[in-house]
Protein backbone atom coordinates (compact mmCIF):
# COMPACT_ATOMS: atom_id res chain seq x y z
CA UNK A 1 0.00 0.00 0.00
CA UNK A 2 1.17 3.23 -0.88
CA UNK A 3 1.06 6.65 1.75
CA UNK A 4 0.82 9.75 0.48
CA UNK A 5 0.36 12.50 2.98
CA UNK A 6 -0.07 15.89 3.77
CA UNK A 7 0.58 17.29 6.73
CA UNK A 8 -2.54 18.47 8.95
CA UNK A 9 -4.74 16.69 11.78
CA UNK A 10 -7.91 14.88 10.42
CA UNK A 11 -10.97 17.09 10.62
CA UNK A 12 -13.01 13.48 11.97
CA UNK A 13 -15.80 15.43 13.57
CA UNK A 14 -17.23 17.20 10.42
CA UNK A 15 -16.73 13.94 8.84
CA UNK A 16 -18.59 12.39 10.87
CA UNK A 17 -21.43 14.65 11.12
CA UNK A 18 -21.78 14.47 7.71
CA UNK A 19 -21.89 10.47 7.31
CA UNK A 20 -24.41 10.67 10.23
CA UNK A 21 -26.65 13.03 8.56
CA UNK A 22 -26.45 11.55 4.94
CA UNK A 23 -27.13 8.07 7.48
CA UNK A 24 -30.41 9.52 8.54
CA UNK A 25 -31.74 10.74 5.37
CA UNK A 26 -31.19 7.74 3.47
CA UNK A 27 -32.70 5.72 7.01
CA UNK A 28 -36.23 8.13 6.20
CA UNK A 29 -36.24 8.08 2.52
CA UNK A 30 -36.39 3.98 2.58
CA UNK A 31 -38.96 4.57 5.59
CA UNK A 32 -40.77 6.14 3.53
CA UNK A 33 -41.10 4.38 -0.02
CA UNK A 34 -41.46 1.31 2.48
CA UNK A 35 -44.72 2.69 3.82
CA UNK A 36 -45.73 4.25 0.59
CA UNK A 37 -45.25 0.57 -1.22
CA UNK A 38 -46.98 -0.92 1.73
CA UNK A 39 -50.20 1.41 1.82
CA UNK A 40 -49.99 1.23 -2.10
CA UNK A 41 -50.59 -2.55 -2.02
CA UNK A 42 -53.22 -2.94 0.81
CA UNK A 43 -55.03 -0.36 -0.73
CA UNK A 44 -55.11 -2.47 -3.88
CA UNK A 45 -55.91 -5.40 -2.39
CA UNK A 46 -59.36 -4.33 -0.70
CA UNK A 47 -60.28 -2.81 -3.94
CA UNK A 48 -59.51 -6.47 -5.75
CA UNK A 49 -61.42 -8.46 -2.57
CA UNK A 50 -64.29 -5.85 -3.07
CA UNK A 51 -64.52 -7.12 -6.52
CA UNK A 52 -64.08 -10.63 -6.02
CA UNK A 53 -60.68 -10.92 -7.44
CA UNK A 54 -58.60 -11.54 -4.21
CA UNK A 55 -57.00 -14.67 -5.57
CA UNK A 56 -55.64 -12.53 -8.44
CA UNK A 57 -54.17 -10.11 -6.23
CA UNK A 58 -52.28 -12.45 -3.99
CA UNK A 59 -51.33 -14.89 -7.10
CA UNK A 60 -49.46 -11.23 -8.59
CA UNK A 61 -48.14 -10.35 -5.69
CA UNK A 62 -46.67 -13.34 -4.40
CA UNK A 63 -44.86 -13.62 -7.82
CA UNK A 64 -43.46 -10.20 -7.96
CA UNK A 65 -42.03 -10.66 -4.28
CA UNK A 66 -40.64 -13.82 -5.49
CA UNK A 67 -39.23 -12.56 -8.88
CA UNK A 68 -37.88 -9.44 -6.65
CA UNK A 69 -36.11 -11.73 -3.68
CA UNK A 70 -34.50 -13.88 -6.53
CA UNK A 71 -32.80 -11.30 -8.73
CA UNK A 72 -31.90 -8.96 -6.24
CA UNK A 73 -30.17 -11.35 -4.27
CA UNK A 74 -28.47 -13.04 -7.33
CA UNK A 75 -27.48 -9.61 -8.72
CA UNK A 76 -26.36 -8.41 -5.33
CA UNK A 77 -24.10 -11.20 -4.80
CA UNK A 78 -22.75 -10.90 -8.11
CA UNK A 79 -21.71 -7.60 -7.50
CA UNK A 80 -20.69 -8.19 -4.15
CA UNK A 81 -18.44 -11.14 -5.35
CA UNK A 82 -16.58 -8.79 -7.89
CA UNK A 83 -16.24 -5.70 -5.82
CA UNK A 84 -15.11 -7.85 -2.96
CA UNK A 85 -12.30 -9.00 -5.28
CA UNK A 86 -11.40 -5.84 -6.98
CA UNK A 87 -11.25 -3.88 -3.32
CA UNK A 88 -8.88 -7.36 -2.36
CA UNK A 89 -7.14 -6.64 -5.56
CA UNK A 90 -6.52 -3.21 -5.23
CA UNK A 91 -4.76 -2.76 -1.73
CA UNK A 92 -1.79 -3.36 -3.39
CA UNK A 93 -2.20 0.02 -5.56
CA UNK A 94 -4.23 2.01 -2.87
CA UNK A 95 -3.50 5.20 -1.43
CA UNK A 96 -3.99 6.21 1.58
CA UNK A 97 -4.60 9.75 1.87
CA UNK A 98 -4.08 12.37 4.84
CA UNK A 99 -5.52 15.53 3.92
CA UNK A 100 -4.63 18.89 5.31
CA UNK A 101 -7.03 20.94 7.47
CA UNK A 102 -7.56 23.69 4.59
CA UNK A 103 -7.96 21.10 1.74
CA UNK A 104 -11.98 20.61 1.04
CA UNK A 105 -13.46 17.42 2.26
CA UNK A 106 -15.81 16.33 -0.71
CA UNK A 107 -18.61 13.77 0.12
CA UNK A 108 -16.79 11.38 -2.64
CA UNK A 109 -13.80 11.47 -0.77
CA UNK A 110 -15.73 11.07 2.80
CA UNK A 111 -17.31 8.05 0.91
CA UNK A 112 -14.67 6.03 -0.77
CA UNK A 113 -12.19 6.78 1.77
CA UNK A 114 -10.22 3.96 3.20
CA UNK A 115 -12.70 4.30 6.56
CA UNK A 116 -15.71 4.23 4.77
CA UNK A 117 -15.37 2.48 1.41
CA UNK A 118 -16.58 -0.62 2.60
CA UNK A 119 -19.93 1.43 3.56
CA UNK A 120 -20.10 3.15 0.43
CA UNK A 121 -19.81 -0.22 -1.51
CA UNK A 122 -22.26 -2.12 0.17
CA UNK A 123 -24.99 0.77 -0.31
CA UNK A 124 -24.40 0.95 -4.10
CA UNK A 125 -24.88 -2.77 -3.98
CA UNK A 126 -27.79 -2.64 -2.31
CA UNK A 127 -29.03 -0.30 -4.24
CA UNK A 128 -28.14 -1.98 -7.05
CA UNK A 129 -29.77 -5.21 -5.81
CA UNK A 130 -32.86 -3.19 -5.14
CA UNK A 131 -33.27 -1.90 -9.06
CA UNK A 132 -32.40 -5.45 -10.77
CA UNK A 133 -35.04 -7.07 -8.16
CA UNK A 134 -37.36 -4.33 -8.88
CA UNK A 135 -36.93 -4.85 -13.11
CA UNK A 136 -38.01 -8.21 -12.13
CA UNK A 137 -41.39 -7.38 -10.57
CA UNK A 138 -42.10 -5.42 -13.01
CA UNK A 139 -42.14 -8.41 -15.35
CA UNK A 140 -44.50 -10.64 -13.55
CA UNK A 141 -46.82 -11.59 -15.93
CA UNK A 142 -44.04 -13.14 -18.23
CA UNK A 143 -43.06 -14.94 -15.49
CA UNK A 144 -46.96 -16.18 -14.94
CA UNK A 145 -47.42 -16.60 -18.58
CA UNK A 146 -44.17 -18.46 -18.88
CA UNK A 147 -45.52 -21.08 -15.68
CA UNK A 148 -49.23 -21.52 -17.45
CA UNK A 149 -47.76 -21.91 -20.80
CA UNK A 150 -49.50 -24.49 -23.22
CA UNK A 151 -48.96 -25.15 -26.56
CA UNK A 152 -50.91 -23.87 -29.83
CA UNK A 153 -50.36 -26.97 -31.66
CA UNK A 154 -49.44 -24.91 -34.97
CA UNK A 155 -45.58 -24.62 -36.02
CA UNK A 156 -44.03 -22.00 -37.57
CA UNK A 157 -42.33 -23.14 -41.05
CA UNK A 158 -38.85 -21.84 -40.58
CA UNK A 159 -37.67 -22.90 -37.05
CA UNK A 160 -40.63 -25.61 -36.19
CA UNK A 161 -41.51 -24.24 -32.80
CA UNK A 162 -44.81 -23.95 -31.49
CA UNK A 163 -46.76 -21.02 -31.63
CA UNK A 164 -46.98 -21.15 -27.55
CA UNK A 165 -43.28 -20.98 -27.55
CA UNK A 166 -43.29 -16.93 -29.02
CA UNK A 167 -45.89 -16.48 -26.92
CA UNK A 168 -45.00 -17.84 -23.78
CA UNK A 169 -41.42 -18.84 -23.45
CA UNK A 170 -39.27 -16.30 -25.66
CA UNK A 171 -40.44 -13.35 -23.73
CA UNK A 172 -39.12 -14.90 -20.42
CA UNK A 173 -35.85 -15.74 -22.66
CA UNK A 174 -35.57 -12.09 -23.80
CA UNK A 175 -36.11 -10.41 -20.20
CA UNK A 176 -33.57 -12.62 -18.18
CA UNK A 177 -31.07 -12.37 -20.90
CA UNK A 178 -31.61 -8.39 -21.04
CA UNK A 179 -31.66 -8.64 -17.00
CA UNK A 180 -27.97 -10.38 -17.33
CA UNK A 181 -26.38 -8.07 -19.91
CA UNK A 182 -27.57 -4.81 -17.97
CA UNK A 183 -26.04 -7.12 -14.94
CA UNK A 184 -22.87 -7.61 -16.10
CA UNK A 185 -22.01 -4.52 -17.64
CA UNK A 186 -22.90 -2.52 -14.58
CA UNK A 187 -20.89 -4.30 -12.46
CA UNK A 188 -17.89 -4.07 -15.01
CA UNK A 189 -17.99 -0.52 -14.61
CA UNK A 190 -18.28 -0.70 -11.10
CA UNK A 191 -15.13 -2.97 -10.99
CA UNK A 192 -13.65 -0.79 -13.39
CA UNK A 193 -13.73 2.32 -10.99
CA UNK A 194 -13.15 0.72 -8.25
CA UNK A 195 -9.50 -0.03 -9.64
CA UNK A 196 -9.29 3.36 -10.82
CA UNK A 197 -9.81 4.54 -7.42
CA UNK A 198 -7.37 2.67 -6.07
CA UNK A 199 -4.72 3.43 -9.00
CA UNK A 200 -4.35 -0.34 -10.12
CA UNK A 201 -5.41 1.79 -13.58
CA UNK A 202 -4.35 4.83 -14.02
CA UNK A 203 -4.61 7.13 -17.24
CA UNK A 204 -2.09 10.32 -16.98
CA UNK A 205 -1.10 12.83 -20.35
CA UNK A 206 0.00 10.49 -22.79
CA UNK A 207 -0.02 6.93 -20.62
CA UNK A 208 -1.91 4.29 -19.92
CA UNK A 209 -1.41 1.77 -17.27
CA UNK A 210 -3.37 -0.76 -15.73
CA UNK A 211 -2.65 -3.68 -13.24
CA UNK A 212 -2.33 -7.39 -14.21
CA UNK A 213 -4.62 -8.60 -11.60
CA UNK A 214 -7.53 -5.65 -12.61
CA UNK A 215 -6.78 -6.68 -16.15
CA UNK A 216 -7.66 -10.14 -15.95
CA UNK A 217 -10.84 -9.41 -13.72
CA UNK A 218 -12.00 -6.52 -16.31
CA UNK A 219 -11.21 -9.26 -19.17
CA UNK A 220 -13.15 -12.09 -17.33
CA UNK A 221 -16.44 -9.90 -17.04
CA UNK A 222 -15.62 -8.77 -20.80
CA UNK A 223 -15.97 -12.42 -21.12
CA UNK A 224 -19.40 -12.90 -19.56
CA UNK A 225 -20.54 -10.20 -21.48
CA UNK A 226 -20.07 -12.00 -24.93
CA UNK A 227 -21.38 -14.35 -23.39
CA UNK A 228 -24.29 -13.21 -22.97
CA UNK A 229 -24.05 -11.41 -26.30
CA UNK A 230 -23.87 -14.65 -27.90
CA UNK A 231 -26.80 -15.80 -26.37
CA UNK A 232 -28.91 -12.10 -27.82
CA UNK A 233 -27.83 -13.25 -30.68
CA UNK A 234 -29.46 -16.76 -30.78
CA UNK A 235 -32.53 -15.22 -29.93
CA UNK A 236 -32.80 -12.97 -32.35
CA UNK A 237 -32.84 -16.03 -34.24
CA UNK A 238 -36.47 -16.84 -33.35
CA UNK A 239 -37.29 -12.34 -33.27
CA UNK A 240 -37.16 -12.82 -37.23
CA UNK A 241 -40.15 -14.32 -36.66
CA UNK A 242 -41.92 -10.95 -36.00
CA UNK A 243 -39.43 -9.41 -39.04
CA UNK A 244 -41.08 -6.49 -41.00
CA UNK A 245 -38.30 -5.95 -43.49
CA UNK A 246 -40.01 -7.70 -46.50
CA UNK A 247 -43.03 -7.34 -48.27
CA UNK A 248 -44.96 -9.03 -45.52
CA UNK A 249 -44.77 -9.40 -41.55
CA UNK A 250 -42.71 -12.70 -41.04
CA UNK A 251 -39.29 -13.86 -42.25
CA UNK A 252 -38.72 -13.09 -45.38
CA UNK A 253 -36.52 -14.73 -47.96
CA UNK A 254 -33.25 -12.18 -46.97
CA UNK A 255 -34.18 -12.96 -42.89
CA UNK A 256 -34.05 -16.81 -43.66
CA UNK A 257 -31.18 -17.21 -46.10
CA UNK A 258 -29.01 -14.11 -45.09
CA UNK A 259 -29.74 -13.25 -41.59
CA UNK A 260 -29.86 -16.57 -40.00
CA UNK A 261 -26.48 -17.41 -41.28
CA UNK A 262 -25.37 -13.81 -40.11
CA UNK A 263 -26.84 -14.67 -36.33
CA UNK A 264 -25.37 -17.99 -36.72
CA UNK A 265 -21.75 -16.60 -37.83
CA UNK A 266 -21.59 -13.54 -35.13
CA UNK A 267 -22.89 -16.33 -32.45
CA UNK A 268 -20.59 -18.56 -33.13
CA UNK A 269 -17.38 -16.17 -33.07
CA UNK A 270 -19.01 -13.98 -29.97
CA UNK A 271 -18.44 -17.77 -28.35
CA UNK A 272 -14.79 -17.63 -29.53
CA UNK A 273 -14.08 -13.92 -28.06
CA UNK A 274 -16.14 -15.47 -24.56
CA UNK A 275 -13.32 -18.25 -24.68
CA UNK A 276 -10.65 -16.32 -25.31
CA UNK A 277 -11.29 -13.95 -22.64
CA UNK A 278 -11.94 -16.50 -20.21
CA UNK A 279 -8.42 -18.07 -20.97
CA UNK A 280 -6.07 -14.61 -21.40
CA UNK A 281 -5.82 -14.31 -18.27
CA UNK A 282 -4.38 -18.07 -18.23
CA UNK A 283 -2.19 -17.48 -21.16
CA UNK A 284 -1.17 -14.50 -21.02
CA UNK A 285 -1.86 -13.63 -25.01
CA UNK A 286 -3.31 -9.75 -24.75
CA UNK A 287 -2.54 -9.00 -28.39
CA UNK A 288 -4.15 -12.11 -29.12
CA UNK A 289 -7.27 -10.94 -27.57
CA UNK A 290 -7.62 -7.40 -28.96
CA UNK A 291 -7.32 -8.84 -32.49
CA UNK A 292 -9.86 -11.45 -31.72
CA UNK A 293 -12.26 -8.22 -30.57
CA UNK A 294 -11.26 -6.54 -33.90
CA UNK A 295 -12.14 -9.48 -36.24
CA UNK A 296 -15.53 -9.39 -34.03
CA UNK A 297 -16.84 -5.97 -34.62
CA UNK A 298 -15.78 -6.80 -38.75
CA UNK A 299 -17.80 -9.93 -38.50
CA UNK A 300 -20.47 -7.80 -36.68
CA UNK A 301 -20.56 -5.14 -39.13
CA UNK A 302 -19.99 -7.71 -42.47
CA UNK A 303 -22.39 -10.40 -41.73
CA UNK A 304 -25.16 -8.56 -39.42
CA UNK A 305 -25.92 -5.84 -41.63
CA UNK A 306 -23.68 -5.84 -44.83
CA UNK A 307 -24.40 -8.97 -45.71
CA UNK A 308 -28.86 -9.31 -45.81
CA UNK A 309 -28.64 -5.85 -47.25
CA UNK A 310 -26.82 -7.06 -50.32
CA UNK A 311 -28.92 -10.16 -50.68
CA UNK A 312 -31.87 -7.97 -50.12
CA UNK A 313 -30.49 -5.45 -52.71
CA UNK A 314 -29.00 -7.85 -55.46
CA UNK A 315 -30.90 -10.79 -55.08
CA UNK A 316 -34.43 -10.06 -54.15
CA UNK A 317 -35.40 -6.99 -55.26
CA UNK A 318 -34.83 -8.10 -59.11
CA UNK A 319 -37.25 -11.11 -58.57
CA UNK A 320 -39.08 -10.00 -55.42
CA UNK A 321 -42.36 -11.73 -56.36
CA UNK A 322 -40.54 -15.03 -56.64
CA UNK A 323 -38.19 -15.12 -53.85
CA UNK A 324 -41.31 -13.46 -51.74
CA UNK A 325 -44.03 -15.32 -52.28
CA UNK A 326 -43.56 -18.61 -50.13
CA UNK A 327 -43.37 -15.85 -47.25
CA UNK A 328 -45.93 -13.92 -48.02
CA UNK A 329 -48.09 -17.54 -48.06
CA UNK A 330 -46.82 -18.11 -44.89
CA UNK A 331 -48.19 -14.57 -44.07
CA UNK A 332 -51.67 -14.77 -45.15
CA UNK A 333 -51.95 -18.66 -43.87
CA UNK A 334 -51.50 -17.53 -40.31
CA UNK A 335 -53.22 -14.43 -40.14
CA UNK A 336 -56.59 -16.58 -41.22
CA UNK A 337 -55.51 -18.89 -38.40
CA UNK A 338 -54.43 -16.65 -35.96
CA UNK A 339 -58.15 -14.65 -36.44
CA UNK A 340 -60.40 -18.19 -37.30
CA UNK A 341 -60.50 -16.96 -40.54
CA UNK A 342 -59.50 -20.40 -41.69
CA UNK A 343 -63.03 -22.10 -39.79
CA UNK A 344 -65.34 -19.81 -42.68
CA UNK A 345 -67.04 -21.88 -44.89
CA UNK A 346 -68.54 -20.35 -47.99
CA UNK A 347 -72.21 -21.89 -48.72
CA UNK A 348 -73.73 -20.64 -52.17
CA UNK A 349 -76.89 -18.51 -51.89
CA UNK A 350 -78.67 -18.62 -54.93
CA UNK A 351 -81.44 -15.60 -55.45
CA UNK A 352 -82.72 -16.73 -58.40
CA UNK A 353 -86.32 -14.59 -57.89
CA UNK A 354 -86.82 -10.73 -57.22
CA UNK A 355 -88.12 -10.00 -53.39
CA UNK A 356 -91.90 -10.04 -53.07
CA UNK A 357 -94.39 -8.70 -51.23
CA UNK A 358 -95.29 -12.12 -49.53
CA UNK A 359 -91.61 -12.23 -48.76
CA UNK A 360 -91.87 -8.80 -46.61
CA UNK A 361 -94.73 -10.15 -45.05
CA UNK A 362 -93.45 -13.41 -43.80
CA UNK A 363 -90.11 -12.12 -42.34
CA UNK A 364 -91.31 -9.00 -40.48
CA UNK A 365 -89.18 -9.73 -37.27
CA UNK A 366 -85.91 -9.53 -40.04
CA UNK A 367 -87.60 -6.35 -41.95
CA UNK A 368 -88.39 -4.27 -38.64
CA UNK A 369 -84.71 -4.78 -36.93
CA UNK A 370 -83.18 -3.18 -39.93
CA UNK A 371 -80.96 -0.50 -38.92
CA UNK A 372 -81.52 2.68 -40.51
CA UNK A 373 -80.00 5.15 -38.23
CA UNK A 374 -76.61 6.30 -38.40
CA UNK A 375 -74.19 6.30 -34.61
CA UNK A 376 -72.62 9.57 -35.77
CA UNK A 377 -75.47 11.67 -36.55
CA UNK A 378 -77.80 10.24 -33.70
CA UNK A 379 -75.21 10.89 -31.22
CA UNK A 380 -74.81 14.55 -31.73
CA UNK A 381 -78.69 14.06 -31.39
CA UNK A 382 -78.68 12.94 -28.34
CA UNK A 383 -76.45 15.64 -27.21
CA UNK A 384 -78.53 18.44 -28.50
CA UNK A 385 -82.09 16.63 -26.85
CA UNK A 386 -81.08 14.81 -23.83
CA UNK A 387 -78.30 16.06 -22.32
CA UNK A 388 -80.22 18.69 -20.53
CA UNK A 389 -77.40 20.40 -18.42
CA UNK A 390 -73.38 21.10 -19.08
CA UNK A 391 -72.07 18.92 -16.37
CA UNK A 392 -73.92 15.86 -18.29
CA UNK A 393 -72.37 13.92 -21.37
CA UNK A 394 -72.81 10.64 -23.80
CA UNK A 395 -69.79 9.41 -24.70
CA UNK A 396 -71.01 6.87 -27.28
CA UNK A 397 -74.24 5.08 -28.88
CA UNK A 398 -74.46 1.33 -28.22
CA UNK A 399 -76.35 -0.73 -29.87
CA UNK A 400 -78.26 -3.72 -28.25
CA UNK A 401 -81.56 -5.85 -28.40
CA UNK A 402 -84.46 -6.25 -25.47
CA UNK A 403 -88.02 -7.48 -25.64
CA UNK A 404 -90.24 -5.59 -25.42
CA UNK A 405 -94.03 -6.42 -25.51
CA UNK A 406 -93.03 -10.14 -26.26
CA UNK A 407 -91.48 -8.08 -29.87
CA UNK A 408 -87.58 -8.78 -29.93
CA UNK A 409 -86.38 -5.43 -30.76
CA UNK A 410 -83.10 -4.04 -31.85
CA UNK A 411 -81.91 -0.49 -30.53
CA UNK A 412 -79.60 2.49 -29.57
CA UNK A 413 -79.15 3.65 -26.44
CA UNK A 414 -76.63 6.11 -24.73
CA UNK A 415 -75.71 6.44 -20.73
CA UNK A 416 -75.80 9.81 -19.47
CA UNK A 417 -72.75 10.17 -17.18
CA UNK A 418 -71.19 12.66 -14.74
CA UNK A 419 -68.65 14.85 -16.72
CA UNK A 420 -67.14 17.01 -13.88
CA UNK A 421 -64.75 18.22 -15.98
CA UNK A 422 -67.96 20.52 -17.70
CA UNK A 423 -68.45 22.08 -14.52
CA UNK A 424 -68.14 25.52 -13.60
CA UNK A 425 -64.00 26.16 -12.76
CA UNK A 426 -65.47 27.81 -9.40
CA UNK A 427 -67.61 24.49 -8.67
CA UNK A 428 -64.60 22.52 -9.50
CA UNK A 429 -63.84 21.68 -6.36
CA UNK A 430 -62.83 18.46 -4.01
CA UNK A 431 -66.19 18.41 -2.12
CA UNK A 432 -67.98 18.80 -5.95
CA UNK A 433 -65.98 16.64 -7.38
CA UNK A 434 -65.31 13.66 -5.09
CA UNK A 435 -68.44 13.76 -2.50
CA UNK A 436 -71.39 16.03 -4.19
CA UNK A 437 -71.16 15.25 -8.02
CA UNK A 438 -70.86 11.57 -7.77
CA UNK A 439 -72.68 10.08 -10.56
CA UNK A 440 -74.56 10.19 -14.00
CA UNK A 441 -78.17 9.81 -14.39
CA UNK A 442 -80.28 7.77 -16.27
CA UNK A 443 -80.12 7.23 -20.63
CA UNK A 444 -81.84 7.80 -23.53
CA UNK A 445 -82.78 4.99 -26.00
CA UNK A 446 -84.71 4.80 -29.29
CA UNK A 447 -85.33 1.87 -31.77
CA UNK A 448 -83.00 2.08 -35.15
CA UNK A 449 -85.34 1.66 -37.64
CA UNK A 450 -87.78 4.55 -36.23
CA UNK A 451 -88.42 8.55 -36.55
CA UNK A 452 -90.58 10.61 -35.93
CA UNK A 453 -92.61 13.05 -38.26
CA UNK A 454 -89.70 15.85 -37.44
CA UNK A 455 -87.20 13.18 -38.48
CA UNK A 456 -85.97 12.77 -35.15
CA UNK A 457 -85.14 9.46 -33.11
CA UNK A 458 -88.56 7.88 -31.66
CA UNK A 459 -86.96 7.87 -27.65
CA UNK A 460 -88.37 5.25 -25.87
CA UNK A 461 -86.51 6.14 -22.97
CA UNK A 462 -86.06 9.86 -22.11
CA UNK A 463 -85.72 12.88 -20.00
CA UNK A 464 -84.83 13.27 -16.18
CA UNK A 465 -86.47 11.46 -14.32
CA UNK A 466 -86.06 8.41 -16.89
CA UNK A 467 -89.72 8.03 -18.51
CA UNK A 468 -90.46 4.94 -20.60
CA UNK A 469 -93.79 2.86 -21.34
CA UNK A 470 -91.58 0.25 -21.89
CA UNK A 471 -88.93 -0.31 -19.64
CA UNK A 472 -89.48 -0.09 -15.48
CA UNK A 473 -86.13 1.72 -14.58
CA UNK A 474 -85.50 1.30 -10.67
CA UNK A 475 -82.17 2.92 -10.21
CA UNK A 476 -80.81 5.31 -12.98
CA UNK A 477 -77.79 6.16 -10.85
CA UNK A 478 -74.55 5.49 -13.24
CA UNK A 479 -71.83 5.40 -10.64
CA UNK A 480 -69.78 3.35 -12.39
CA UNK A 481 -69.53 4.47 -15.84
CA UNK A 482 -67.22 4.69 -19.66
CA UNK A 483 -65.94 7.83 -18.56
CA UNK A 484 -65.63 7.26 -14.62
CA UNK A 485 -62.39 8.52 -13.94
CA UNK A 486 -62.30 10.14 -10.56
CA UNK A 487 -62.65 7.98 -7.13
CA UNK A 488 -65.77 9.47 -4.94
CA UNK A 489 -66.71 9.31 -1.43
CA UNK A 490 -70.28 8.20 -0.79
CA UNK A 491 -72.67 7.85 2.45
CA UNK A 492 -70.64 10.74 3.40
CA UNK A 493 -72.45 13.87 6.11
CA UNK A 494 -72.42 15.75 1.90
CA UNK A 495 -75.73 14.67 0.67
CA UNK A 496 -74.63 13.63 -2.98
CA UNK A 497 -76.76 15.42 -6.43
CA UNK A 498 -79.13 13.30 -7.49
CA UNK A 499 -80.84 15.12 -10.63
CA UNK A 500 -81.92 18.27 -11.29
CA UNK A 501 -85.87 19.69 -10.93
CA UNK A 502 -86.88 23.02 -12.55
CA UNK A 503 -84.95 25.25 -10.60
CA UNK A 504 -84.28 22.75 -7.69
CA UNK A 505 -81.57 19.93 -7.25
CA UNK A 506 -82.59 16.80 -5.97
CA UNK A 507 -80.18 15.07 -3.18
CA UNK A 508 -79.42 11.30 -2.39
CA UNK A 509 -77.43 8.80 -1.06
CA UNK A 510 -75.77 5.81 -2.17
CA UNK A 511 -77.58 2.39 -2.14
CA UNK A 512 -75.88 0.10 -3.59
CA UNK A 513 -73.40 -2.68 -2.34
CA UNK A 514 -70.41 -2.21 -4.08
CA UNK A 515 -67.05 0.01 -3.51
CA UNK A 516 -64.47 -0.27 -0.45
CA UNK A 517 -66.00 0.13 2.86
CA UNK A 518 -63.92 3.19 4.70
CA UNK A 519 -65.23 1.75 7.94
CA UNK A 520 -62.23 2.16 10.31
CA UNK A 521 -59.50 4.70 10.67
CA UNK A 522 -56.39 2.72 9.30
CA UNK A 523 -58.25 2.25 5.95
CA UNK A 524 -59.16 6.11 5.67
CA UNK A 525 -55.68 6.89 6.68
CA UNK A 526 -54.39 4.31 3.66
CA UNK A 527 -56.68 5.89 0.51
CA UNK A 528 -55.71 9.53 1.93
CA UNK A 529 -52.42 8.57 1.29
CA UNK A 530 -53.19 6.94 -1.62
CA UNK A 531 -55.07 9.61 -3.16
CA UNK A 532 -53.01 12.61 -1.95
Known amino acids: MLLAQQIGPIRRSSMRSKSTIVTISLSVIAFLALCSLLVGYYGDWLWFQNMGFG??????????????????????????GNIAIARKWGTHTRTLTVFAPEQQMTLAKIAFGDRYAKYSWAGIILFFSFIMGSRAAAAWEIFLQFLHASKFGITDPIFSKDVGFYIFHLPLYDFILGWY?????VVLLAVAASYFMDRSIAVQENHFSINKRAQSHLTILGGLLFLGIA?????????LMYSNSGVAFGASYADVYAQIPAYWTVLIISLIVALISFLTPLLNRWKFLLYSIGIYFVVLL??????????????????ELTKETPYIRHSIKFTRQAFGLNKIKEKPFPVGEPITYKDIKDNQATIHNIRLWDTRP????????????LYYNFKNVDIDRYHFKKKYTEVALAARELAPSKLPARARTWLNIHLKYTHGYGLVMSPVNEITKDGLPDLIVKNIPPSSNVLSISRPEIYYGEQTSQ????????????????????YTSYQGKGGVQLSNLFRRLVYTWNFS
Open 55 to 80: AVFTTILWTKILAFVVFSIISGLFAW
Open 181 to 185: LFCVV
Open 231 to 239: LSFRLKLYA
Open 302 to 319: GFSWVYPALIEQYVVKPT
Open 378 to 389: LIETYRQLQEMR
Open 487 to 506: YVLVNTKTKEFDYPKGNHNL
